[in-house]
């Protein structure tokens, strides 16, 4: 069952990455409003929930990326939750990175998560240490393969928004 997982997870970054074909770099860390996320911001907050829950220690309220097994500049509390860090960070984060750097970089940590992952073996039934009590490591790549699909379609907006021909979505 975690193969069938993970091959949905494979398939998520296989369309993330059409989400980034020919994003300009002037766009990747701008928001289209105030209210809403950048692209680089969605590939932070990407990076940062899979790499703490497949490669972290957990926390809760919130796991600490300095607990995670991946280092990135993507896996930052900023990219945490927009709406919770958003009175700390009001303005959009930049990142010295260009769209096919943050691509890159979201990919590597992705592969190196998944990884870190597999080399735990668990009990997809089994309860990820620091956590909610309802939450189990199935929970955790059921969600990985929706949330990535979720923010991918959110790039696209983004783009849209930001006046950029995309790619057939």
Not at 9 to 36: I, M, T
Not at 135 to 140: D, E, I, Q
Not at 150 to 166: F, K
């Amino acid at each position: 069952m975690i193969e069938a997982y993970l091959d949905l997870l494979e398939e998520s970054y296989y369309e993330l990455k059409f989400a980034f074909d020919g994003l300009k770099d002037e766009h990747v860390w701008k928001r289209p409003n105030p209210e809403l996320l950048s692209v680089g911001e969605l590939a932070g907050h990407i990076a940062y929930w899979e790499a703490v829950k497949l490669a972290g220690e957990g926390g809760v309220p919130l796991p600490s990326p300095d607990k995670c097994k991946v280092v990135s500049p993507l896996i930052d509390q900023r990219f945490s939750y927009y709406t919770s860090n958003r009175e700390i960070y009001p303005s959009e984060l930049h990142l010295a990175m260009k769209a096919d750097e943050v691509y890159a970089e979201l990919l590597r940590v992705h592969t190196e998560a998944v990884s870190y992952f597999k080399e735990l073996n668990v009990d997809l039934q089994a309860h990820p240490a620091g956590w909610p009590e309802s939450t189990t490591y199935n929970f955790f790549l059921r969600y990985a393969i929706f949330h990535s699909a979720y923010h991918t379609g959110q790039i696209y907006t983004v783009r849209h928004l930001l006046g950029e021909e995309t790619p057939d979505n």
